[in-house]
């Protein structure tokens, strides 16, 4: 082993993040040595206390420390319209344009059986049950537009309809095979006036 | 559309070479391995910017070296392109360049009329159903970019819908967890079922006509698309495929919970080729069988020329696989053809003969990834 053992597990836990491979991980772990000592240590409680304080809504299961997220408690937003997405940094993108004044339901994935994900893993029972209480008179699904995406739509639509809710679809407009975080703020607001019943 | 210009750096065997091309037929000669074929590879990836034989990028790059690099120059629809094609193998970066612009989706590749010819394709007709079902999909992909996408998502949703079958979970919940996927394989499905039925039905026609021109034959050649609908889906539009997929899928749900994957649609798809009237691949001879594979090519080609512009003909040692019949059946279809490569390890009288007659011809002599001689037999003389 080139380096200490020390070095060797800081190198490992930076290899754990998206998109750093080993050459990114080395230099952050250098550059952690480098740093103040109270630099550090504010950073690991950071790390340590958002990973324990934050937590899904219980309502809409968007990133939050208290029992509501922000949005939940907002009593000027609209809660007859509800936007399904599929990951909460979906609801910034779709915040961003301003268009939109009701709530989200956050899946945090797709479907996607090859991976083992589930309706279950999605969580669509605690969904259905929130609709079930008759406030929400709209469901947006803004998940993405690729095919695990799309089989999301199709699915809770498929579950939502008995409910006599109406369904409309965002994420046509959006580039085809594009995430939603990538679409600019014109482009979300031409796919949330356009949405389409399905 | 022809090649006008072409130098490699770093690619497959090739260390440093610039090549200057005309109109024409182009003969590479060289012996086994020296590099005929990754100078063919090259010219593919100028137009595609992909590999033909699905190569990795990174085996493109000569061994121990950290990048390749192409350029050259294309004539197309009367216009010339200055194309960059490279990969960076540290950064793990590709980059195409047309006209000293970088671009994300290589365009060009849309507009590029290029058909190949490789020796496994003469045996197209014996080959089984899968291999004839990638040949198909190949041809059409190059032309169409939106049938390369919606194959790939077509796939996907195969896959995926596979995974539920196979888990064989036999609940009343089965059917809402199939049902968005067999949604979206009757979206996907119906598009491709629709381009495999008019791409064929023009193919057909020509090769038909070809077959009897070339090969002076009685018998009649017929390609047959082997599909859920049947003959029927030549006059159907896409939202009648659909509409017919989207009542034939239910009834097969059963069928396929028991047995664990999917079972209609076009990944089932096959073609037969028929001589007079009967399958050839169970009743032709090896030599009928590869002449309809000709006939075929000669469509491909004959469709290019009448559409947009005579394309470029890349032939990698199909030559030394056919009789002298068949040879100069297949020389006629050169001349369809704006621009010409072909490989070989030896001339022969034959070739001889034909290169007499063409109007403008050069000819490289490969080595070790050298091209060691060039010369042309004088109309339009190549200097390098
Ligand atoms: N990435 C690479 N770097 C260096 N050399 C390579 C690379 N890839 C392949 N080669 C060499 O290129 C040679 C093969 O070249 P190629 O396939 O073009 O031969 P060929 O002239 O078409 O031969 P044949 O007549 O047998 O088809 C092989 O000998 C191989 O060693
Ligand atoms: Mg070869
Ligand atoms: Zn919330």
């Known amino acids: ?198 | 559309m022809y090649i006008k210009e072409l130098s490699l750096k770093n690619f497959r065997n090739y260390e440093q070479e610039k090549i200057h091309f005309s109109p024409g037929t182009c003969l590479i000669q060289g012996a086994n391995g020296q590099g005929k074929s990754n100078l063919l590879e090259a010219v593919y990836n100028l137009c595609f910017a992909r590999s033909f034989r699905n190569l990795k990028e990174s085996d493109l790059v000569y061994w121990n070296k950290p990048f390749y690099y192409l350029q050259g120059t294309l004539y197309l629809q009367n216009r010339f392109f200055k194309v960059e094609v490279g990969y960076d193998l540290l950064k793990k970066r590709k980059v195409a360049k047309i006209n000293g612009r970088t671009t994300r989706q290589f365009r060009l590749a849309e507009y590029c009329p290029v058909v190949f010819f490789l020796p496994e394709d003469l045996e197209l007709v014996r080959r089984g159903p899968e291999e004839r079902r990638r040949y198909l999909d190949r041809e059409i992909s190059q032309e169409s970019t939106l049938y390369a996408d919606l194959l790939s998502r077509y796939n996907r949703v195969v896959y995926q819908k596979n995974q539920i079958l196979k888990e064989k979970r036999h609940n009343n919940e089965i059917q809402k967890l199939i049902r968005p996927w067999n949604r979206q394989i009757v979206y996907f499905g119906s598009r491709i079922i629709h381009k495999r039925a008019q791409v064929l039905s023009t193919w057909n026609k020509l090769a038909a006509h070809n077959y009897s021109v070339l090969f002076q034959n009685d018998q009649e050649m017929k390609i047959v698309y082997n599909n859920f609908m049947g003959e029927d889906v030549l006059f159907a539009g896409i939202e009648e495929i659909e509409e017919k997929f989207s009542n034939e899928i239910v009834l097969v749900e059963k069928e396929e919970l028991k047995r664990g994957f999917s079972l209609l649609g076009p990944h089932r798809d096959d073609i037969t080729f028929l001589l007079g009237g009967r399958d050839a691949r169970r009743f032709a001879s090896h030599g009928q069988q590869r002449s309809a594979v000709i006939a075929l090519k000669a469509a491909q080609i004959q469709l290019y020329s009448e559409k947009k512009e005579k394309p470029l003909f890349i032939l990698d040692d199909v030559f030394s696989e056919l009789d002298e019949w068949r040879k100069q059946q297949c020389f006629l279809l050169l001349r369809d053809a704006e621009q010409v490569f072909l490989t070989i390890t030896k001339k022969d009288s034959c070739l001889d003969s034909f290169l007499e007659q063409a109007t403008c011809s050069s000819f490289l002599h490969v080595k070790e990834g050298k091209i060691l001689e060039i010369n042309s037999n004088g109309k339009n003389r190549t200097i390098c």
């Open chain 1, 1 to 198: 082993m080139l380096f200490s053992p020390a070095i060797t597990r800081l190198v490992e836990a930076f290899r754990r993040l998206p998109g750093i491979g080993p050459k990114t991980a080395l230099r952050l772990a250098f550059f952690v040595l480098s740093m103040e000592n109270e630099e550090v240590e504010e950073m690991s409680r950071a790390l340590v206390e958002a990973r324990r304080r934050v937590k899904h809504c219980s309502r809409c299961r968007n990133l939050t420390e208290q029992e509501l997220c922000s949005i939940c408690r907002d009593s000027r937003r609209d809660n007859s319209l509800l936007c399904i997405v599929q990951e909460p940094r979906d609801i910034l993108v779709i915040e961003k344009s301003a268009q939109f004044k009701g709530q989200y339901f956050v899946l945090h994935g797709a479907l996607s059986p090859v991976e083992g994900i589930g309706p279950d893993e999605l969580k669509i029972p605690v969904l259905l049950e929130l609709l079930k209480k008759g406030e929400v008179k709209e469901v947006i699904i803004a998940t993405n537009p690729n095919v695990e995406g799309d089989a999301t739509a199709y699915y809770i639509a498929g579950a939502v309809r008995p409910l006599g809710i109406r369904i409309t679809r965002i994420g046509f407009g959006l580039p085809v095979g594009g995430d939603l975080e990538y679409a600019d703020e014109l482009t979300i607001s031409r796919a949330l006036e356009g949405r389409r019943e399905i």
